[in-house]
């Protein structure tokens, strides 16, 4: 599992974990739409590093079965790749969304209980969102 890779294509990538103090756009303490992530890439072997626009992944998460789960914050990702050094799989630390002040998202998570999260991706070199 790695947040940093190498694709195929020899272009490095990593995911990190990415907030903002600001408060969410939904109604206070949903969290649904909040910052949770980040991806940069580089194309010259890591000497200059370029941010994507789109977050490879936010918090909410579609579960099988056509529901979703809202989390309050998603931290530590780690993906596992295939040999074609595809990303398959993200794991993230996720802190269940409670009910907290109103406030910004990323501090709801010192309100209740944190979990591993494993998730399907479909995430590509071009930082297609999860």
């Known amino acids: 599992m790695r947040s940093l890779w190498q ?3 020899d272009n490095l990538h990593s995911l990190f974990h ?3 103090s600001d408060p969410s756009p939904a109604p206070p303490g949903t ?3 909040a910052l949770t992530s ?3 890439f580089s194309g010259d072997g890591g000497l200059t590093w370029t941010r994507a626009a789109t977050p490879p992944f936010g918090n909410v998460v579609a579960l099988s079965g ?3 789960l809202v989390v309050a914050t998603r931290e530590r990702p780690k993906l596992v790749l295939d040999a074609a050094r595809t990303p398959v799989a ?4 996720a802190s269940a969304l409670q009910t907290c002040p109103p406030a910004s998202c ?3 998570k010192v309100f209740g209980w ?4 494993a998730q399907e991706t479909n995430l590509t070199t071009a930082g297609a969102r999860l």
């Open 31 to 33: 969290c649904a739409g």
């Open 18 to 20: 990415a907030f903002t």
């Open 66 to 68: 056509g529901a979703s």
């Open 7 to 9: 694709d195929s294509e």
């Open 90 to 93: 993200l794991f993230t630390g």
């Open 38 to 40: 980040a991806h940069a």
């Open 114 to 117: 944190s979990f591993t999260l």
């Open 106 to 108: 990323c501090n709801c």
